[in-house]
């Protein structure tokens, strides 16, 4: 099936670096959306974006929705060990209540 | 409980055998759906019920694969003879009225499945 293009696959960080994850469609969403799955667990949601150019933010995270509406990009802040995990973006289209998820970013923080 | 929950937590099935995953999503939630996720991927979605209707499977896999929800809560999905490429987690998802169209889904912690 169909899957965004999520980079990076994965990432090895310092605690207290700063870490950057985009996403790509070739076509459009209406909503981008972060999650975050932890090893035996399901995704929990981190983020929404529901307009073009939105910027939104909580707490150390901040994310945006690109203004192609095609990309979307999450920033986590002084990272910290309990950041370890895979982030997934997944986006949806207006018409459809169907999340199309990337295949993920593998976080790891060193201490 | 207050969260989505899901069982078994593992399912180990020899090829051929049926199996069936239970989903309790949260109270009163009336959006209910079930993704399959890969080693390695993200989830899949396979389909949707709004309260007892089954509005959308076009993402199952085959038609050894059914889902229920009769009463509008508890759901099961149901594979038939499973084969090795069924291998997976399978997740469930529930969402309140007003914001399955936002996207905002809660998920539990799936049901893994091998296929030996």
């Known amino acids: 099936g169909q899957q965004l293009n999520q980079s990076p696959q994965s990432m090895f960080i310092q605690e207290g670096e700063d870490v950057s994850m985009n996403c790509t469609s070739s076509?459009?969403?209406?909503?981008w959306l972060w999650y975050k799955q932890d090893p035996g667990e399901g995704p929990v949601l981190l983020i929404a974006?529901?307009?073009?150019?939105e910027l939104t933010s909580n707490g150390r995270l901040t994310a945006q929705f690109g203004i192609t509406r095609k990309d979307s990009f999450l920033n986590i802040s002084a990272s910290i060990p309990s950041d370890v995990g895979i982030y997934f973006c997944?986006?949806?289209?207006?018409?459809?209540?169907?999340?199309?998820f990337g295949k993920g970013t593998l976080l790891t923080v060193n201490p | 409980g207050a969260g989505v929950s899901q069982s078994p937590r593992y399912k180990v099935a020899k090829r051929g055998q049926d199996v069936a995953l239970r989903c309790d999503p949260i109270?009163?939630?009336?959006?209910l759906f079930w993704y399959q996720q890969a080693l390695g991927q993200g989830p899949e979605f396979l389909t949707y019920?709004?309260?007892?209707?089954?509005?959308?499977k076009s993402g199952l896999p085959s038609d050894r694969f059914f889902a229920e929800r009769p009463e509008g809560s508890v759901s099961t999905l149901k594979i038939q003879r499973t084969q090795q490429e069924d291998s997976a987690v399978y997740l469930c998802?529930?969402?309140?009225?007003?914001?399955?169209?936002?996207?905002?889904?809660?998920f539990g912690e799936g049901s893994r499945l091998t296929v030996l």
């Open positions: 997944a986006g949806r289209r207006s018409s459809n209540y169907k999340l199309t």
């Open positions: 998802a529930s969402s309140p009225t007003g914001t399955v169209n936002t996207g905002e889904l809660f």
């Open positions: 019920f709004q309260n007892e209707a089954q509005l959308d």
């Open positions: 076509s459009i969403f209406n909503t």
């Open positions: 109270s009163g939630h009336v959006s």
């Open positions: 974006l529901y307009k073009a150019g």
